[in-house]
């Protein structure tokens, strides 16, 4: 502990630079003899490509070269890759049709990648765009998940017939339909859940350089996991191998999910830096991104939940059909799987889950994780229904889940998970005590007689961050491990960099992870450096998504300063003439308890790296790395309250309170934690309220800009009241959980709770724009 | 963007001097449409001429209740005129929600009705106020100005240089933002002028900006938001779109009419 250790709400220290715009972004960095590249989309959202001619745009004023996937494929360059392997339940393999970094035969999206051109400036680039004559025959397209498993539908991938990726299972079907049949009530809901832009602050950008005297690369780009990349570029794309092939993600501005992936942008601009022998930069702009950053969400579900005649949830039925997009992404196919159909049980004892899900490709922009990635969908199915239940029931639904609430752990859920600590209804207490749930019946009465529809709703979300165990994960087929590193590196005067595979592009690592090295040592804050994104300085790390930075990334940092505690230990109770048990370090000092014996924290590193009086046998230096891997998901959980009031003339709904109590284990930094939350439900607001991604039927984006995407801002969102409940997680040395996303996966279905409460119609999907409101709540009086 | 020159106008004549001069050049006057338009290659106007900074262009003039806005004068001029919320309150509360402050000091009078953007808040003024638009050879009325969707009646090389009315008894304004770009979804500016009662939609009409005579009939005979209960807003003359459908944009013109007359008081 102390002001800057864990719990301390130190201001973050990344903070001076990007307030004052000194941040150092991929759009950035400027090179000698940079060009820029211009890449030139399809404007169909599906056609064959019958010829492309350049020979006019590579006439233009400053174009250096115009380069198409024919010459990419002849160079070599492999097909971008799905990495999680789901099998059908009848055993097959997913179906992954081929995503070539530019289409060569083939396009299947609006903004599918055909040709790049390179030229001095951005501007002449985009002009020699123009030129470029491109013969597409356009073929009927589908947007719709439903619509693309229909028979005639437009066949997208040769390898997928009627358009489906894979059909999978998990759970018990005949347990599941065996309660069904023989319960007291059984609720039904047909579920949607909208698609998603993620709209990251800073577009995606890469800077390929080729050195052509080395035979190296060097990547510039936007990503959440600098080493993934390189692993799958050099792995599967054949760009270079690992050793001649660097990957810095500088300065990144949100990534959502987003930036986890490797796009055909990084591949294409490496490549045609060695075909035009300059380096070359791209950067989207905001329609590009509309246009090409992978969605989320886009689930229709089909559930029943059955009760028995006390009320208890005896099974859980799901049937989900999930838009897959065009190509399958870097980990599409585990988000509508094992990070969706996993966390079904909810916070609830259920005995019977049956999960059935369809992934299918369609005409329309991948769709990969994007802010909770799967547990979002799970937990506005499940929250959604036990709501509905509890109406149709009769029954409060705070109770309603009180009673199905789980209390004893370790957990096992029917659907693999075991949730390790939690307390429930701590959060639900504290959360209906903060939003005075029992004075609505008097505030409702008080909106009626201004007119206006008041209405309460609640969601109780338990989400897995931390992921994962890469043994388990391997068996359910994860190609990489989800291990994190860490190397604790002590100079000679004893400051400290911390190298870690985690990288921060919003989370504050530069400050928590500094956190946790000044707490246990007792040494300033500023003396400790965090050092991410970059394959030439980082041992190889696996990236930051899914909450894991905390869970993952802190431990493998405790473990790697574990062992530089102990070498610097043993060479204290050697120079203090001590044993070695005897010593403690605090404070900035290694001291020998009990004792007024203490050396400075500094002088027992400069001891290390002189070497002058070492115990005998041990290597000089200060300097450890660590391998950590999780023993479990980590499990997050609590309890959202929104309360809405309606105007009932126009629709518009008006959040009048919010309320999140979480549970995220030990906090490192509060002050970091509840701006991950503020985040968090902004997007999670986002997508209840305001925001839908939408094509029309020939598979064109109607909402490619901020002018028809609705973003939330400040003034559409209440102050939060935010409490935390803490169940440290028993499976991690911090006994931290995670806290980046459950406020986008526990806000969209206490809203909607809350809108339909108050309108009496439970027929409502996201988001419920005003208009939406309007129709429902007419609809029902 | 693609390549464009960039003059600065001194006066009216240098503008329309330039103006003439280049056949594909446009005025600018704010560029809160234009230049978006031409940064996604959408527009391509060979020449800029901008009018804001002619200082004839600019200001807010009051002779007894008579009311003269320059073209160039800023949003945010106009919200913060305390001499012209003294008379007409309506016109400064529009200005002060159009946009974000970044437009309000950019975006001008007359740009946004030479533009006549179906979901711009000012026609709503205009036309509601039954101005009188001065431009660089005549004067046209509000009535006879806006046309159609992103058409007015300038002439090839015309422009607009201020915008002229006689402050009404009453007036009040209303709008619905649509959720993703705050521009009017449903706007409605109502007066009670010398003149009559005068009722303009913005951001509805399929047509652009529209007055409508059952709610002006209804005022006329009662001022007040219950008079506008039986009248029927007519669906089929209003836009669908991603945002709301006609239906509900019939719904919003007569909530907003009835709130922009209690705000009128």
């Known amino acids: 502990m102390g002001v800057e250790g864990i719990g301390a709400r130190v201001t973050r220290k990344e903070d001076k630079r990007f307030l004052t715009g000194k941040g150092r972004y991929t759009d950035d960095m400027i090179v000698p003899g940079m060009k820029y590249a211009y890449f030139i989309r399809s404007p169909h959202a599906h056609a064959t490509i019958r010829s492309i001619d350049a020979s006019a745009a590579k006439a233009m004023p400053g174009v250096i070269d115009v380069l198409d996937g024919k010459q990419l494929q002849a160079d070599g360059i492999g097909n971008l890759i799905c990495g999680w392997m789901i099998h059908s339940k009848d055993g097959s393999p997913m179906k992954m049709g081929a995503w070539r970094p530019l289409a060569a035969e083939t396009v299947r999206y609006v903004g599918d990648a055909v040709a790049i051109v390179v030229a001095d400036s951005a501007g002449e680039a985009r002009d020699a765009a123009e030129a470029v004559v491109i013969d597409y025959e356009q073929l009927p397209a589908v947007t719709e998940a439903v619509a693309a498993l229909a028979a005639g539908a437009p066949q997208i991938h040769p390898e997928a017939t009627d358009n489906l990726i894979f059909d999978w299972q998990l759970g018990d079907p005949e347990a599941t339909d065996r309660a069904i049949a023989s319960a007291a009530h059984v609720t039904e809901i047909e579920i949607h859940n909208n698609r998603l832009s993620p709209n990251p602050m800073e577009p995606r950008a890469t800077l390929g350089i080729y050195d052509s005297a080395e035979d190296h690369y060097t990547c510039y780009t936007t990503s959440q996991n600098p080493h993934v990349a390189r692993l799958v570029m050099s792995a599967f794309y054949n760009v270079a191998p690992e050793n001649k092939l660097r990957v810095i993600a500088p300065d990144v501005g949100g990534g959502f999910g987003s930036k986890i992936y490797i796009y055909p942008e990084e591949i294409v601009c490496l490549w045609a830096s060695k075909k035009t022998g300059v380096p070359v930069k791209w950067t989207s702009d905001r329609t590009e991104a509309f246009l090409t950053d992978a969605h989320g969400r886009d689930h229709v579900s089909k559930v029943k939940m059955a009760f028995d005649a006390d009320n208890r949830i005896t099974a859980l039925k799901v049937d989900t059909i999930a838009n897959l997009g065009a190509y399958m992404s870097l980990f599409s196919s585990a988000v509508p799987t094992y990070l969706y159909a996993t966390l079904l049980s909810g916070q609830y004892a259920i005995p019977a889950i049956h999960a059935n899900v369809r992934t299918v490709y369609t005409n329309t922009v991948p769709v990969d994780a994007y802010r909770g990635a799967g547990r979002p969908e799970a937990t506005y199915l499940l929250e959604r229904t036990i709501e509905t239940a509890a109406r149709e029931l009769g029954v409060s639904p705070a109770e309603l889940r009180r009673k199905n609430f789980i209390r004893t752990f370790p957990y096992q859920t029917p659907v693999i998970m075991n949730y390790d600590a939690g307390d429930y209804e701590a959060s639900l207490n504290a959360a209906m005590q903060a939003a005075d749930w029992s004075g609505f019946a008097a505030r409702k009465a008080q909106s009626e007689a201004k007119g206006k529809k008041r209405g309460i709703g609640m969601s109780c979300y338990i989400e897995a961050c931390g992921i994962a165990p890469s043994a388990a994960v391997g068996s359910l087929g994860a190609g990489v491990g989800l291990w994190e590193s860490a190397e604790v590196r002590v100079n000679a005067v004893g400051t400290i960099e911390v190298l870690t595979g985690s990288h921060s592009h919003g989370q504050g690592h530069e400050t928590t992870f500094a956190q946790i090295i000044a707490g246990r040592l007792g040494v300033p804050i500023e003396s400790v450096n965090i050092v991410h994104g970059d394959t030439d300085k980082v041992q190889m790390g696996m990236g930051t998504y899914g909450s894991r930075s905390g869970a993952v990334g802190m431990s493998a940092v405790v473990k790697a300063l574990d062992k530089v505690e102990a070498k610097a230990k043993k060479i204290a109770a050697h120079l203090m003439e001590a044993d070695e048990q005897d010593i403690v370090i605090e404070n900035g000092e290694v001291k020998v308890a009990g004792t007024d014996k203490a050396l400075p924290w500094f002088q027992v590193a400069l001891a290390a790296y002189t070497a002058h009086n070492l115990p005998a046998g041990m290597e000089p230096g200060l300097k450890e790395t660590a391998f950590y891997d999780p023993a479990n998901f980590t499990f997050p959980a609590g309890c959202y309250i929104a309360e809405v009031e309606i105007d009932p003339e126009t629709g518009e709904t008006d959040i009048v309170q919010f309320v999140a109590a979480d549970d995220f284990g030990n906090i490192i930094n509060p002050m970091i934690v509840e701006g991950q939350v503020h985040g968090g439900l902004a997007q999670g607001i986002g997508q209840a309220l305001l925001e839908n991604v939408q094509y029309d039927e020939s598979g064109q984006l109607l909402t490619a800009s901020f002018m028809d995407y609705a973003m939330p801002r400040a003034d559409d969102l209440p102050s939060f009241k935010l409490s935390h409940q803490n169940t440290p997680c028993p499976n991690n040395p911090l006994g931290i959980k995670g806290c980046g996303e459950a406020g986008a996966i526990g806000s969209p279905p206490a809203l909607i709770n809350a809108i339909t409460d108050a309108i009496g119609n439970n027929s409502l999907t996201m988001p419920a724009t005003p208009m939406k409101v309007w129709q429902a709540l007419h609809a029902a009086h | ?265």
């Open chain 2, 1 to 265: 963007m693609y390549a464009t020159s960039y003059h600065r106008a001194s006066s009216v004549e240098d503008a329309v001097r330039l103006r003439a001069r280049n056949e594909e050049g446009r005025y600018l006057s704010g560029g809160m449409t234009l230049i978006s338009t031409m940064k996604q290659r959408l527009a391509a106007p060979s020449d800029l001429i901008d009018l804001r900074h002619i200082p004839a262009l600019r200001g807010i003039s009051i002779d007894g209740r008579k009311v003269t806005i320059g073209a160039a004068t800023p949003h945010a001029d106009v919200a913060a005129s305390r001499e012209l919320r003294a008379l007409c309150p309506a016109i400064c509360e529009l200005a002060g929600h159009i946009g974000d402050p970044h437009v309000r000091h950019m975006g001008t009078i007359g740009g946004s009705i030479a533009n006549n953007d179906p979901a711009a808040d000012y026609p709503a003024a205009v036309l509601g106020l039954g101005a009188t638009v001065a431009t660089d050879r005549r004067s046209i009325a509000a009535d006879a100005f806006f046309t159609g969707l992103f058409e007015i009646a300038l002439e090839e090389g015309e422009m607009v240089t201020a915008v002229t009315f006689e402050a009404p008894e009453k007036a009040g304004y209303a709008k619905f933002n649509n959720p993703a770009s705050r521009f009017a979804m449903t706007g409605v500016f109502v007066a009670k002028t010398a003149s009559g009662v005068r009722v303009a939609v913005t951001g509805a009409g399929s047509d652009g900006v529209f007055r409508h005579a059952g709610f002006e009939q209804a005022l006329a005979s009662n001022w007040s938001a219950d008079a506008l209960n039986g009248v029927s807003v007519d669906a089929s003359r209003l836009l669908s779109d991603l945002h709301a459908n006609a239906e509900y944009r019939a719904n919003l013109v007569k909530v907003m009419a009835k709130r922009a007359v209690a705000a009128a008081g």
